[in-house]
């Protein structure tokens, strides 16, 4: 069963067809890529959650007026990203996060901007990424200035906001929905029918010094150079457990509700 969340379609009748956007969400592991999912898809702050999931969530948006069918692919990379193709081939506009209490996941996000742009290059269709400082609820503890994320992100020509999954939902919303009409900009310039998945596997020849740098040894393209392009897989199924309602809960006196496998919502 895929997870749906999110409102009913506002403004949309029944000849307009929802635009589809595919999001992925990347960085290093902590730096709250599933909490800021979690939070935009129900408004809520998790506390507890299985570091190595790696789930598709789908929500019914609606963008300035317009209905949105958006699928969200929290990532889950180990320590140095891995089977790359799954999310480069898949997403329309990438979140990419790091922590501003840490140093190291700010470089981290540095090397998946390098892997996008590089990956842009190669296949000679971008895909525009977001670059999310999160904890800012945290901001005393920061390692990282607002300075130096705006300076990454301009390096890289993306936008770039400092967030909190702990804080109002209404600017974690703005974010992603910031990165719905970024995708729906590029969209828009392509004729290209997406997404697209193509297969023959090739490192790139300048690949090993950009891995040897930054850890993404595991990292190879497709590109485009094959001419062979197949549909996209069906998207991995969400893992929805249980949905209590609110009233269900209550005749349980359930103290939490289990949302998505793995996290607890308070
Ligand atoms: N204070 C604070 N804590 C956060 C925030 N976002 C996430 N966290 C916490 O940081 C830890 C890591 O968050 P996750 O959302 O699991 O991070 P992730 O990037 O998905 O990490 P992996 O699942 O390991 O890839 C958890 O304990 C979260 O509760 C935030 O905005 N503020």
Redesign the pocket.
Known sequence: MSSVFGKARAGSGPQSAPLEVNLAIL?R????????TVKFLTRRF??E?D?NLEDTYSSEETVDHQPVHLRVM?T?DPDTPRNCERYLNWAHAFLV?YSMDSRQSFEDSSSYLELLALHAKETQRSSPALLLG??L??AQYRQVTKAEGAALAGKFGCLFFEV???LDFEHVQHVFHEAVREARRELEKSSLPRPLFICEERALPHQAPLTARHGLASCTFNTLSTVSLKEMPAVAQAKLVTVKSSRAQSKRKAPTLTLLKGFKIF
């Open positions: 960085g592991r902590g730096a709250g890529k599933s909490a800021l998790i506390s959650y570091p929290d889950a996060v999160n904890k609820d945290m909190s999954a702990c």
